[in-house]
């Protein structure tokens, strides 16, 4: 006897596309796609701009470690993610890692192939990453660990040991630090203390205000010619 097996109906929503945006953009009757980085040019609030400053100026120029923390949500992620695209490739080549639950040998494995080189045992992977930072030259390397609360001791042990290799007269690299407002108070942990005492600067993201958010969703919406409220203020309280 045969069994007849029913597939089921593919559901009637429609995927959202670049097309159906921009036809819904116009039935609002906006002129693009409004909260895009085409369209909306905002003056981000102070802490943005100095978290940006620092980022962008002190850490890759001097080879330091920065350690930026916050609260989840705050936007950590995002900014040193942009600020990661905009760094001149001529100069610096920047690895992001966000997978927290690496051991200290699979880190040390994970940045020689992100390096182009091979892994193997410690020792091997270790001289691969010396010859990567030495065949950069005068080009900058730029390591950021997302997430960094969750990694191991050993894990954030090897990545300060990293930046002596080679006895160098200078960091081997700049590495930045993501992490939740609780990683500061871990890293002054007798275990972390070396790494703690090579941090050159340490900014904290907060929460925005009311009125920054009421400032970005307000020039967001008058960049695309919106200029009649859509958001109620119960949903702005929601994102509060």
Request: proline share 5%; glycine share 8%; charged share 20%.
């Amino acid at each position: 006897m045969s069994t007849t097996t029913k597939l089921r109906k593919p559901s009637g929503r429609k995927p959202i596309t670049d097309a159906s945006i921009t036809h819904y953009t116009h039935l609002w009757g906006a002129t693009g796609i409004p909260f895009s980085e085409e369209t909306t040019h905002y003056q981000e609030p102070p802490q943005i701009q100095q978290a940006q400053q620092q980022l962008l100026t002190q850490s890759p120029a001097l080879r330091s470690l920065m350690l930026l923390s916050g609260p989840n949500g705050v936007g950590k992620s995002h900014l040193v993610s942009h600020w990661k695209e905009r760094l001149d490739p001529r100069l610096y080549c920047a690895i992001a890692i966000t997978q927290a639950s690496l051991s200290h040998a699979g880190l040390l494995a994970y940045l020689a192939r992100k390096f182009g080189k091979a892994g193997g045992t410690r020792s091997t992977t270790l001289m691969h990453l010396e010859e990567a930072l030495a065949e950069l030259g005068e080009t900058t390397a730029v390591i950021i660990l997302d997430e960094a609360q969750n990694y191991s001791h050993g894990a954030l042990e090897e990545i300060r040991l990293l930046l002596g290799i080679g006895l160098s007269r200078r960091p081997a690299f700049s590495l930045v630090l993501i992490g939740d407002e609780h990683l500061l108070g871990s890293l002054r942990l007798r275990s972390h203390r070396a790494l703690y005492s090579r941090i050159a600067c340490h900014h904290q993201l907060k929460a925005w205000e009311s009125q920054e958010i009421e400032d970005l969703l307000e020039t967001s919406q008058h960049a695309v010619g919106l200029n009649d409220p859509i958001i109620i203020p119960a949903a702005i309280d929601l994102i509060t």
